[in-house]
């Protein structure tokens, strides 16, 4: 058995939120919540760190001659994308974090003058302040509807762990759901909590795991598969075609007039098409 030191594993922790806030279909804000101040700052640099080595690699892909849409969009949301600290105020904290090797003075001046607030700002979708470290701040009372994404890296119990959940579980335009990333094991407890709070009417779980969205993601697909097909329109044989090639150009310009009119068959087509993508977006 290989035991992580503290620092080890929060190098682990942080690269995988690189990894998956860039992955995510629904670029929604996101927060990490951490056990305490000292942790919230030491995560929020090893995460400036891995997304500084990811922006670099980005680059050079790009210099080399890689000049995919893909890659070009993910190096726009690492240069625009502004992070942030937000945690509370408290005597003597300079002293106490400088006595464990940090420095909360800058991210404390920005809590502090930021105009507009880090808070008005991260509540606005447009705004590019997209990824927040905290602690205890925001857990409760907030609301941030494009707010889509937790990273848990804090033990949590019943109401507390309800009320930090319902961050991401806010309605908003072209996001089917929230996603909780658990690095605290606290799914145990979620469940728990859930028995005790969150079970609505129907007797359901709110919560479920990726394999849910996975299974609903392949029967949307079949489902709009096999619309297509009854229209005449093959979309395994498209996509068997030559890419940019006449044959292939010619079978979409086909499939496009079967599946555009009339006005009910274009409707159903479009809305199979949503779900899909919605689907797509909310892994």
Request: charged letters at 25%; one cysteine or more; glycine letters at 6%.
């Amino acid at each position: 058995m290989t035991i992580l030191t503290r620092d080890d594993r929060l190098d682990t922790v942080a690269a995988d939120i690189v990894r998956h806030f860039l992955g995510r279909g629904f670029l929604g804000k996101a927060l990490v919540v951490s056990i305490d101040k000292a942790t919230a700052l030491r995560l929020f640099t090893k995460v400036r760190h891995f997304w500084e080595l990811e922006t670099e690699r980005v680059r050079k892909l790009i210099a080399a001659g890689d000049t995919s849409p893909a890659l070009r969009q993910r190096l726009e949301l690492l240069t625009s994308t502004d992070m942030a600290v937000v945690v509370s105020a408290a005597q003597n904290e300079q002293a106490e974090m400088a006595a464990l090797g940090l420095d909360i003075t800058p991210h404390r001046r920005r809590m502090v003058e930021s105009n507009p607030s880090l808070e008005e700002r991260f509540k606005k979708p447009d705004d590019p302040l997209r990824l927040v470290f905290v602690c205890a701040m925001w857990l409760t009372g907030f609301d941030a509807p494009s707010c889509s994404t937790l990273y848990l890296d804090k033990p949590m119990r019943n109401h507390t762990l309800m009320q930090t959940i319902a961050r991401a579980n806010r309605v908003f335009p072209g996001k089917h759901s929230g996603q909780i990333v658990d690095y605290a094991n606290v799914f145990a407890s979620l469940e728990r909590a859930l028995s005790l709070y969150g079970v609505g009417r129907s007797g359901h779980s709110p919560v479920q795991g990726n394999d849910v969205l996975i299974a609903q993601l392949r029967q949307a697909i079949a489902d709009a598969r096999a619309f297509c097909l009854g229209h005449q329109v093959d979309l395994e044989r498209i996509e068997a075609l030559v890419a940019g090639g006449m044959e292939r150009i010619a079978a979409i310009a086909d499939a496009v007039n079967a599946l555009i009119s009339p006005d009910a068959v274009r409707n159903d087509f479009l809305a199979a098409q949503r779900l899909v993508h919605t689907l797509t977006n909310a892994l």
